[in-house]
């Protein structure tokens, strides 16, 4: 199983995240795809998704976190679901030496989302 975060609005107003992966084999429909680069040594400050969105990540690791403190580390071939388009947003940091490639991929209907939260312990 493939990796991912999804970083979402709470009813709280704030940004959270969880844990889980993405099922293989399933088609998804999206509205767009787009590439970006970042260098190794960039920090985003607050922000919020500009789109809900799919975001691949090809090189590079990052640390988020939210304005309510949770972090988590994003790493080459890890998916971030980014969903907060609203509400107190999050931010990102580069750890280590390696630029930031990664793929953008709009998602379409979040009906159709593609994410397996991890079962609670």
Do not use: C
């Not at 971030?80 to 953008?104: E, N």
């Amino acid at each position: 199983m493939i990796k991912a975060y999804k970083l979402f609005t709470g009813e709280d107003g704030h940004s959270h995240f969880q844990e889980g992966t993405v099922a293989e084999n399933l088609i998804h429909h999206v509205e767009g795809i787009r590439f970006k680069e970042t260098p190794a040594d960039f920090e985003y400050d607050w922000h919020n998704a500009p789109t809900k969105q799919y975001v691949l990540t090809l090189t590079g690791t990052l640390e988020f976190e939210t304005r309510l403190g949770e972090k988590f580390i994003l790493r080459p071939g890890e998916v971030l679901i980014a969903l907060d388009v609203t509400g107190s947003a999050h931010r990102w940091k580069m750890l280590g030496d390696q630029p930031w490639k990664r793929v953008y991929v709009s998602i379409k209907d979040e009906a159709d989302l593609n994410f397996i939260p991890n079962s609670k312990d």
